[in-house]
């Protein structure tokens, strides 16, 4: 991870984020160019990972920064995983909202995602006999 730099906010070019999200496969975000960079740009934190002049990972939160905030995205380039900037990416959006009650995450069910998650300190609902529901209107 060396050289890597952590920056919040989103001034930077808008391209960078869509190439790193298509190198996600997260194409139902880039699809629409003009409500994804809404998106971004309202979200309550982004922190991004720099390697010199290339975006290599992000992280985002909505919520009200008092109660509850909701980890939307946290990806990291292809060719940039295993080296620790995702986890230094979540743990940087945790100590800033540290006082928060209730973060949540929702990710798809691979198990080398749940093992992350573990390993950065998340814990999975069921095993705080909770539930989750979740409705997602699509627009395919």
Request: glycine share 6%; net charge positive.
């Amino acid at each position: 991870m060396i050289g890597i730099q952590f920056l919040t906010g989103t001034a930077f070019s808008f391209d960078k984020v869509l190439s790193l999200y298509n190198d996600a496969g997260w194409i139902a975000y880039t699809s629409d160019r003009a409500i994804f960079e809404r998106a971004i740009n309202k979200s309550l934190y982004v922190l991004t990972a720099w390697s010199g002049e290339q975006l290599v990972g992000l992280v985002r939160a909505v919520g009200d920064a008092e109660t509850i905030i909701y980890v939307q995205d946290i990806l990291v380039l292809k060719s940039c995983r295993k080296q620790g900037i995702g986890k230094q990416l979540l743990t940087k959006l945790l100590e800033q909202y540290s006082t928060v009650r209730q973060i949540v995450l929702m990710t798809d069910n691979i198990n080398e995602t749940i093992s992350f998650y573990k390993r950065c300190g998340l814990t999975r609902t069921e095993k705080l006999q909770l539930q989750t529901f979740v409705r997602l209107n699509k627009h395919d």
